[in-house]
C-alpha cells in the first residue's frame, strides 16, 4: 500500500509537467529507472536557479530535491488522469538576510515565531534517503540516482555506501529503514561529508565523515520539516551522525550572536560557512514591523533562512583556486597568471609563496589536487608553516604605495565586458551607498559617447561617489573620464572594478553568453539570440577590443573576478568601496536587499537594434557543425611544452610549432569538430547532429583529456579522449555520451594550426586518425591535461 494520496501533490505535479512541456528552460524533468526497481519510473524535478529569485515565483513549489512517480505503474490512466506522488522532498529554497523582502530582520522577527534554531551549514554534498517501496530505499543526491556513466563513483552512490554502514554499525537493515520511512511518508536530509571521496573547502576527520543528518521532511507539496529533536532521535536510532545545533529564543538574540561569530568566522573554535535558522511562519505577527514582508509560505509551514560568514571560508577558497592553477602551470610558476583578485590578502600572498616553494620542491606531493585529493592537508601544512621563525621573516611583495592625495569626488568605472556583471554590481551599490549610477546603455543618438561623459559631469554636482556604466574596456574610455574630471579641486578620483580576463578567453566566453543566455531579454541592446547565438559573437568582439589597465590610468583599483557570482561580486565590490573611499561596512541585511534590488533590476527602455560598438548580424540559416568549444588558450598550454630542449620528435614539433606562432597560423578560436553539415548524408550524422543542436542551448557542460600533440609538416592537432558529462544529474550530457559514435570519438581532436593558409583544417581528422591507429605519426603526450567545453553550433 502507497503512503496516504494527496490531491494537493497530485495537482503540484501535473503543474510541473505543463510548466516542463512550455518551457523546458524554466522546469526540467529527468527520468530514472529506480535502481532497486527498475520497473518504476522516478523523475527528477530541476527548477532555474535564477528564477528562484522572482517575486512572484514562476514556480508552483520552491523545493530543490523533488522526486516524483507516477501512482499508477499499469497504463490504465493516460494524460491528465494520471495519478503521481511525492517519493523524495527536498527543503525550500532558502535565503540568505536580506536577500528576499520576506528575509529582512524586520520581516523574520514579525513574522515568524521562535524557537530559531541555529544548525551547522554543513560542507559537503546533499544525499535524500526516502522509501521506494515498503521495503525498498531510494537514495539520490540533489537531481541525481545511481551510477552514473564513465564515474567509478557517483555522490548517490558513495552515499548509498555510508548509509550501509550507519545501518550496520547501528544493528539495523535497509528494510527496516524502507519500512520506516514508508509509514512515515518521510524523506531523511543528510550531508555527505568524506574528504576521501570529495574535499571542498572545509575539513571533516575520519570520525566525521559520512553523513550528517539536519533533516526530515513529509512528503508533500507543503514544506513540512521534523524538529531538530526528532531529527537527532531518529540520527541516534539509525547510526547517522548528527548535525551540530543550538536553540535561540529570539531574532535578536539570532542577530547578535551571528553577528559575533561573524567577526572570526569560527565556531567554538572551528571555522564555519554559516548557519540554517529553522523556525515557523506565524500569523498574526508576533512582533516588531507588523507591516513588513510576509512570507509566501502559509501560518504554520516551517521556514528556512540562512546567515553565511565569508572569512575565513572564502580565503581558502582562494588558496584552493590558485593552488590548481599553478600546478596546471607548465612552464616556470613565477609566469603563472593568478588572479588579481584572489590576491588581496596579505595571507594569501603569503601563501602563494610558500606553495610555488612546496611544488618546487615535491610536486609529486600534489598529484591528487586537481581531483580534489590533498587540499586540506596542504592547507594545514601552510597553517603549521605559518606558525615557524621562517615564517615570520618571510616577506610579501605588497602594492606600491600611491602617493598621498587628498580627493574630493570619485567616478567609478568598471572595466568589463558584457556578462561580467557590472550593471549588477554597479545597481548593487547605488543601493547600498546611494552613488550615483548612469549607464551608456540608456543614451541615444549618433553622439552617445559625448551625452555619456556630459551625464557623469551632472551627477558629479550631485554626488560625491558616481558610477560610470559603460565597459570602458578600450584606453579611449578611460582616458575620456579622465580628461572629463582633469582639472577638478579638489582632484576627483577614478577608482576602476577591474574585470580582467586572466582565464582562458574560452572560459570567459562561456561564463559570460551563459549570463547573457540566462537574462534573456532583460537589458536594453544585447539580448540573447537563442538559436543564431549572435551575442556570442559581441562577446568576442569586445575580448578581442579589450585593453587591459595600465598603471597610471585610474586613481584606485578593485580587482574583480569574472567567475564569481553576484553574491561574491558584490562581496569584493563592497570591501574594496569601504577600504578605499573610507565607507562604513553595510551589515548583512543591507547587502542582501542590495542584492535583491540588482536581481529585480529591469532597464528603463530596450533599443531594437545593436548599435556601435558590438553590433553583430544576427546568424541565419543553420550551423555549418556542431564541436565542443574547449575552455583552453593553445599558446599557454603549448608554449610550456615546447620551451624545453630535446631531440627526434619533441625538436621537430617545437620547430613546427615556433614556425606556426611566427606565421600567425595558430588557431584563435579551438574548437572539436562533433558533426559537419557536409556529413549528413551519412546513417549516423543526423541523429548526431539534432542531439547537439538540442544540447547547444543548455548548459551542459562536458569534461574530457587533452591526449597527445600529434602532427605532420601540414597540420598540428591534439587528440581529445575520454569525453564525460560534468554533472552527475546532466541526464541529456550522459545520453549524448553514450550515444557518441565510434567513428566520431577516434576522431576527436582540436586543430592547432596549419602550415600555411591553402592547407585545410579537417587534415587534422585524418592525421589523428592515423596516429590512433598507430601508424607511425610524430606525436608528443600531454599526460592527460583536463578541459572542459560545451557544445556549439558554429558558423565560421
Known amino acids: 500500500m ?30 530514472y529507472a529506480a535502481p532497486e526497481a527498475p520497473e518504476m519510473t522516478i523523475r527528477s524535478w530541476k527548477m532555474n536557479e535564477f528564477k528562484y529569485y522572482d517575486v512572484p515565483s514562476p514556480f508552483p ?21 494520471k495519478e503521481y506522488r511525492i517519493v ?16 529582512t530582520w524586520d520581516s523574520l522577527e514579525a513574522h515568524t515565531a521562535a524557537p530559531y534554531t541555529l544548525s551547522l551549514k554543513s560542507n559537503g554534498c546533499i544525499i535524500f534517503i526516502a522509501a521506494l517501496t515498503p521495503t525498498k530505499l531510494l537514495i539520490t543526491s540533489k537531481h541525481s540516482i545511481g551510477p552514473v556513466n564513465g564515474v567509478a563513483r557517483s555522490h548517490s552512490r558513495v552515499g548509498e555506501e555510508w548509509l550501509h554502514k550507519h545501518l550496520k554499525k547501528a544493528g539495523k537493515t535497509a528494510e527496516q529503514l524502507a519500512a520506516t520511512l514508508w509509514e512515515k511518508n518521510w524523506t531523511a536530509i543528510s550531508e555527505l561529508c568524506d ?22 521532511n513529509e512528503n508533500t507539496k507543503d514544506f513540512r520539516t521534523q524538529h531538530t529533536d526528532v531529527v537527532d532521535e531518529f540520527a541516534d536510532e539509525w547510526g547517522f551522525i548528527k548535525t551540530k545545533t543550538t536553540v535561540l529564543n529570539s531574532i535578536r538574540e539570532v542577530r547578535d550572536f551571528t553577528a559575533e561569530i561573524g567577526k572570526t568566522g569560527k565556531w567554538e573554535g572551528e571555522a564555519l560557512e554559516g548557519f540554517v535558522v529553522r523556525t515557523l511562519v506565524t500569523e498574526p505577527p508576533t512582533g516588531g514591523n507588523h507591516s513588513a514582508s510576509l512570507s509566501p509560505y502559509a501560518p504554520g ?52 609563496k610558500w606553495i610555488k616553494a612546496e611544488i618546487g620542491r615535491d610536486r609529486d606531493q600534489f598529484e591528487g589536487f586537481n581531483k580534489g585529493k590533498g587540499i586540506i592537508a596542504t592547507r594545514e601544512r601552510f597553517i603549521k608553516w605559518t606558525e615557524t621563525k621562517e615564517a615570520r621573516e618571510a616577506t610579501v611583495d605588497d602594492d606600491a604605495s600611491a602617493p ?59 554626488h560625491n561617489v558616481v558610477i560610470a556604466d559603460k565597459n570602458n574596456h578600450m584606453k579611449q574610455h578611460r582616458a575620456a573620464l579622465r580628461d572629463a574630471v582633469r ?79 553576484l553574491e561574491r561580486a558584490l562581496d569584493r565590490a563592497v570591501d574594496g568601496c569601504v577600504r578605499i573611499l573610507g565607507l562604513e561596512k553595510p551589515d548583512q541585511e543591507k547587502v542582501g536587499l542590495a542584492l535583491a534590488a540588482a536581481r529585480r533590476y529591469e532597464p528603463a527602455g530596450k533599443k531594437q537594434d545593436m548599435k556601435g560598438e558590438g553590433k553583430a548580424k544576427p546568424n541565419k540559416g543553420k550551423p555549418r557543425y556542431y564541436g565542443l568549444v574547449p575552455e583552453v588558450d593553445l599558446l599557454e598550454l603549448l608554449n610550456p611544452v615546447f620551451s624545453a630542449g630535446g631531440d627526434g620528435d619533441v625538436a621537430d614539433g617545437k620547430r613546427f610549432f615556433t614556425e606556426l606562432k611566427k606565421n600567425g597560423r595558430i588557431t584563435k578560436d579551438p574548437h572539436i569538430t562533433i558533426v559537419h553539415s557536409k556529413s549528413l548524408d551519412s546513417e549516423w550524422a543526423q541523429p548526431l547532429w539534432d542531439r547537439c543542436s538540442e544540447l547547444s542551448s543548455t548548459p551542459s557542460l562536458f569534461r574530457f583529456n587533452l591526449g597527445s600533440v600529434v602532427w605532420n609538416d601540414r597540420v598540428m592537432a591534439i587528440a581529445v579522449d575520454e569525453v564525460l558529462p560534468v554533472a552527475d544529474d546532466d541526464e541529456a550530457g550522459r545520453s549524448f555520451v553514450d550515444q557518441l559514435p565510434q567513428e566520431v570519438r577516434k576522431k576527436l581532436h582540436i586543430t592547432v594550426g596549419t602550415a600555411n593558409k591553402d592547407i585545410m583544417p579537417f587534415e587534422a581528422h585524418a592525421l589523428v586518425e592515423e596516429w590512433r591507429d598507430g601508424k607511425r605519426t610524430k606525436s608528443l603526450q600531454l599526460t592527460d591535461l583536463p578541459a572542459e567545453g560545451r557544445i556549439r553550433g558554429l558558423f565560421a
Open 487 to 565: 582639472g577638478s579641486h579638489p582632484p576627483v578620483r577614478l577608482l576602476a572594478l577591474n574585470w580582467a580576463l586572466e582565464q582562458p578567453l574560452t572560459a570567459i566566453h562561456k561564463i559570460c553568453s551563459d549570463r547573457i543566455n540566462d537574462r534573456g531579454e532583460n537589458h536594453q541592446t544585447l539580448q540573447a539570440d537563442s538559436y543564431g547565438k549572435s551575442h556570442e559573437a559581441v562577446i568576442w568582439q569586445f575580448i578581442e577590443q579589450r585593453e587591459e589597465l595600465e598603471d597610471g590610468e585610474v586613481d584606485a583599483v578593485i580587482e574583480m573576478d569574472i567567475e564569481e557570482d
Open 61 to 81: 513549489t520552491l523545493a530543490r530535491g523533488l522526486f516524483t512517480t507516477e501512482v499508477d505503474e499499469g497504463g490504465k490512466r493516460s494524460g491528465k488522469d
Open 301 to 352: 509551514s516551517s521556514f528556512f533562512f540562512k546567515v553565511k560568514f565569508d572569512e575565513p571560508y572564502m580565503m581558502y577558497r582562494d588558496w584552493r583556486e590558485v593552488t590548481k592553477i599553478l600546478l596546471s602551470t607548465k612552464g616556470p610558476l613565477n609566469d603563472a597568471r593568478l588572479p588579481k583578485a584572489k590576491l588581496k590578502r596579505p595571507e594569501t600572498k603569503l601563501y602563494v
Open 2 to 31: 502507497a503512503p496516504a494520496y494527496s490531491a494537493k501533490d497530485n495537482k503540484l505535479i501535473h503543474e510541473l509537467i505543463s510548466i516542463s512541456q512550455r518551457n523546458p528552460k524554466l522546469i526540467k524533468g529527468s527520468d
Open 195 to 216: 574528504d576521501d571521496f570529495e574535499e571542498h573547502v572545509l575539513a571533516y576527520s575520519p570520525e566525521k565523515s559520512g553523513l550528517h543528518l539536519h533533516g526530515i
Open 404 to 462: 598621498s592625495v587628498t580627493y574630493g569626488k570619485t567616478v567609478i568605472l568598471p572595466i568589463a565586458i558584457p556578462g561580467a556583471g557590472k550593471t549588477s554590481v554597479s545597481v548593487a551599490l547605488e543601493h547600498l551607498f546611494g552613488f550615483g549610477h548612469t549607464q551608456s546603455d540608456d543614451v541615444k543618438g549618433k553622439k552617445a559617447a559625448t551625452q555619456f561623459i556630459k551625464n557623469v559631469k551632472a551627477l558629479l554636482k550631485k
Open 88 to 103: 523524495v522532498r527536498g527543503y525550500d529554497k532558502f535565503f540568505n538576510i536580506g536577500e528576499v523582502p520576506w528575509t
